[in-house]
């Protein structure tokens, strides 16, 4: 299983696996030739220029390591020191002994403004190995640093980042001030969280994994660590949800899906999530709407049983309806008025289990005591911007912190949710407490189209009435849904003129 850890997370599984006898020393040598590896794997013939960048702290520890394996290996290398001499961490020192003893031709140079040092960086490379600040960065360097990482991304090499690349936040993603572009990132242990929101996606480029002997064990005891949801994983693990179709059923074995449609609603929201409920396997969809929209759904759906209501008479044909349902999803296309909040009203009242979606939410994030106190068993499905209305927050805040405000509005109402973005954020709570965070990697650009969310919605509701649990549902309907726009999207054209149908279309 493959996870993404903060940078304080990061620091405790170090620590950690120190203190169970590994010296820090030989977790740099080992992510030293994790990084020297990949650099071989694209560069086999080894008669490449290399310039290696090294910071004060470990991060350019790992650099010099790196360096005097690539010297070994018979790579032309020069190693260019970035920061204050002064400041160098006990790992760096050790490094750079080693290195002198070893290759006394390579030399450290920099930390000066001496023509010589300069001559160095304007040379041309075909390989920047970047290792000038690592995890621990947490504050903005300025603009001398800034303007230095602007010129290494103008220069035309090949760049390799050691960990992360320097100026990304390796918990937020966001950059302080500049950060590398780095065409390959060779990171220790786990992926980092920053490497999957705000600048990290594009600053990190390919981004590999390497097993350095960290003591997994720790994990146990980190509370902020995301499982991270990608196709193995899925592969792995896709029986939890995706149940086998039984030679001996009917469409009663698969469950009903009901969506709740409001009195002024945008159907095409509707239309959407029913046809993605058939889609992921459920037996029947019934559509609870006002008698005037009965034809639409009769000719755009035929497949579905409709099931009209007068507005004088809401409550009591919902509470008929909600008895002949498995789940009930209400909120796509639905209206913020006063049948909209009657109807999520009593679906919060009721005890039928819900998806609540899209205009749902909306009504819910303007009075959040009936949702702390719902008796219905639910999983939410916000965007950023309706997580932000949940929150009272703006939208700029959350996107920037969407796992700790994922995290947290989890905890305090109890409910399993997704906080849809180019990354999602999943939450899986229990009734016992317990909480399980995951990061969906799959899933592309063309996602990003109206109805999206709808056909999510569909598929989580269809997999809930196939008699699986609510959590998983959530989670596997996440990823179901973002496999299906990777089976359209094969190319950026087709993730171009990708739109919600062929999201639909692409399921299974």
């Not at 080894?46 to 004060?56: N, S």
């Not at 001499?85 to 490094?95: W, Y």
């Not at 030399?107 to 041309?124: A, K, M, P, Y």
């Not at 600053?203 to 509370?223: K, R």
Request: aromatic residues 8%; proline residues 4%.
């Amino acid at each position: 299983m493959k996870y993404a850890l903060t940078a304080k997370a990061m620091q405790y599984l170090d620590e950690y696996t120190i203190s169970k006898g590994i010296p820090s020393a030989v977790l740099m040598e080992n992510a030293a030739r994790g990084v020297v590896e990949e650099i071989v794997r694209r560069f086999p013939s080894k008669d490449q220029k290399v310039l290696v960048l090294a910071g004060p702290g470990n991060n350019g520890g790992d650099a010099v390591c790196a360096a005097r394996w690539l010297a070994r290996l018979g790579f032309d290398v020069r190693i260019y020191f970035i920061g204050n001499r002064s400041r160098i961490s006990k790992e760096f020192a050790r490094q750079a002994r080693i290195a002198r003893k070893q290759h006394p031709s390579l030399e450290i140079i920099g930390g000066s403004n001496n023509e010589s040092d300069l001559e160095v960086l304007r040379d041309e490379y075909d390989i920047i190995v970047d290792g000038m600040f690592g995890t621990g960065l947490n504050r903005r360097f300025g603009v001398n640093f800034a303007k230095f990482i602007e010129y290494i991304n103008n220069k035309k090499a090949f760049i390799v980042a050691i960990d992360v690349p320097s100026g990304l936040n390796a918990t937020t993603g966001q950059a302080m001030d500049a950060i590398i572009k780095a065409n390959l990132t060779v990171t220790f242990s786990n992926y980092k969280t920053g490497m999957f929101f705000a600048e990290g996606r594009d600053a990190c480029g390919e981004v590999v994994v390497v097993d350095i002997g960290a003591n997994e064990n720790a994990l146990s005891y980190i509370d902020d660590k995301l499982i991270i949801c990608d196709e193995a994983f899925f592969e792995s693990t896709w029986s939890r949800a995706i149940r086998p179709r039984v030679r001996r059923s009917h469409k009663g074995t698969y469950g009903t899906v009901g969506i709740v449609v409001g009195n002024n609603a945008m159907l095409g929201a509707s239309m959407l999530a029913a046809r993605a409920a058939y889609r992921t396997g459920c037996g029947l969809v019934r559509i609870f709407c006002p008698s005037k929209f009965v034809g639409f759904f009769s000719i755009s759906i035929p497949e579905a049983v409709i099931v009209p209501y007068r507005p004088e008479d809401v409550v009591g044909a919902f509470n008929r309806f909600a008895k002949t349902v498995d789940v009930i999803l209400i909120g796509p296309g639905l209206p913020e008025d006063s049948t909209g909040k009657l109807l999520v009203r009593q679906v919060l009242s009721g005890t039928t289990p819900a998806v609540l979606d899209a205009g749902a939410l909306n009504i819910i994030a303007g009075n959040l005591k009936p949702f702390k106190r719902r008796s219905c068993p639910c999983v939410i499905t916000p965007h950023v911007g309706e997580m932000a209305r949940l929150c009272n927050e703006e939208p700029a805040i959350v996107k920037k912190n969407i796992i700790a405000f994922t995290k947290k509005f989890s905890q305090v109402f109890n409910v399993s949710m997704v906080t849809k973005s180019d990354v999602s954020v999943v939450s899986l709570v229990s009734g016992k407490g317990d909480q399980r965070m995951f990061l969906n990697t799959m899933g592309n650009s063309g996602l990003a189209t109206a109805g999206s969310g709808d056909v999510l919605a569909g598929v989580i509701a269809s997999l809930i009435a196939q008699h699986n649990p609510l959590a998983n549902s959530l989670l596997y309907g996440v990823m179901v849904h973002a496999r299906a726009a990777d089976k359209f999207g094969v190319d950026e054209n087709a993730r171009r003129r990708m739109m919600a149908g062929d999201i639909v279309d692409n399921l299974f």
